[in-house]
């Protein structure tokens, strides 16, 4: 906390913008022990200055970011179905960052790495504007209580980032299953002059995007999945 309350009060140093709120999660046997042995391995420690992919998966290709992976199954299942790119996954709960470490020894994946730090910080001072070929942003948490959507991850000076961060015809792909934060989304997006929609309205999912069996299980109850696909405009 700020030693100096008068220096550091919201008036004179605005609250700076994060992507997650912490909450504690209990961490399985499997998962403690793939986070001890496996992160030295697959992750990458947060660095306040521009992170070479090249040298960190050893070759260059497609480049495919991800906020807020949760427990990682459709992380590791896009990653292995597609060895041509290179994925990093960036989150902050330890339980999930286990859990994928977990998948990527089981699978044998070779081109993923995680990051366990906020994904604002990592954007703003890890990835280098125009370096990524696309980004997943898959169910962020949708805050449903409108006294709480300040705290939603899709806000324009977030969206604005990523989008600086994308080469020129890069992709972001967003998905929920929350109608009315999905129609948030696509007025965020649709605000960013970095972009352009894909799609007319909402796009169909994907085929890279595997549908989780939480998804399957809401699609047949009758609930909808809403996918957001926007590219950035040619410099």
Do not use: C
Not at 57 to 62: E, I, S, T
């Amino acid at each position: 906390m700020p030693e100096d309350r008068q220096r550091n009060s919201p008036r004179n140093n605005p609250r700076p913008i994060r992507s997650f709120v912490l909450r504690q999660g209990r961490v399985s046997n499997a998962q403690a022990r793939s986070y001890e042995q496996l992160l030295p391995r697959f992750g990458i420690p947060y660095s306040p200055q521009p992170l070479d992919l090249v040298q960190v998966f050893g070759r260059q290709a497609p480049r495919i970011l991800e906020i807020g992976f949760g427990m990682g199954e459709t992380t590791a299942a896009i990653a292995a179905a597609h060895p041509e790119a290179d994925y990093l996954g960036i989150e902050v709960h330890t339980p999930g960052v286990g859990s994928l470490l977990k998948l990527i020894e089981e699978k044998g994946i070779a081109n993923l790495r995680l990051i366990q730090h906020d994904a604002v910080e990592v954007l703003r001072d890890m990835i280098a504007p125009g370096s990524l070929d696309g980004a997943h942003i898959f169910f962020p948490d949708p805050w449903p209580k409108k006294r709480h959507h300040k705290r939603r991850l899709i806000q324009p000076p977030l969206v604005a980032l990523l989008a600086s961060r994308l080469r020129p015809g890069g992709y972001a792909h967003l998905a929920t299953d929350w109608q009315e934060y999905a129609g948030q989304m696509l007025e965020v997006l649709s605000a960013e002059p970095q972009l352009e929609n894909t799609a007319d309205g909402f796009a169909s999912r994907p085929d890279y995007r595997p549908q989780t069996k939480f998804e399957t299980r809401g699609l047949r109850l009758g609930h909808g999945v809403w996918d957001i696909v926007f590219r950035r405009r040619a410099a």
